[in-house]
């Protein structure tokens, strides 16, 4: 199982990113890929995840309206879009997968993590 994120880079408040999350090793039908990430001196925290099993989405209540998730099941990728960007969501963004299958942005629901991708948000 891998997965790698990219996509990370400096931008402006209010600016956009998109962050790609490559996976392979796995079916997405039975998991769920989350993205989290980590701010410097701040524990991990989930952002957003979507899984197949419940066909649904879900935000923490920080990134809600801003970011959308989605997936591209032909390239097995999972796509974080980023809008209205504030320096607080600087952080490592990490995207993870649970075979769970359920919605849920605990880490320890998740059983395999990429490597993060660094977004930088400049007020």
């Known amino acids: 199982v891998q997965l790698q994120a990219s996509g990370g880079g400096s931008v402006q408040a209010g600016g956009s990113l998109r962050l790609s999350c490559a996976y392979s090793?796995?079916?997405?039908?039975?998991?769920?890929i989350g993205w989290f990430r980590q701010a410097p001196g701040k524990e991990r925290e989930g952002v957003s995840c979507i899984s197949a099993g419940e066909r649904s989405t879900y935000y923490s209540d920080s990134v809600k309206g801003r970011f959308t998730i989605s997936t591209d099941n032909a390239k097995n990728t999972v796509y974080l879009q980023m809008h209205s960007l504030k320096p607080e969501d600087t952080a490592v963004y990490y995207c993870a997968a649970s075979r769970l299958s359920i919605i849920s942005i605990t880490t320890l629901d998740y059983n395999y993590w990429g490597q993060g991708t660094e977004v930088t948000v400049s007020s």
């Open positions: 090793g796995f079916s997405f039908d039975d998991h769920t």
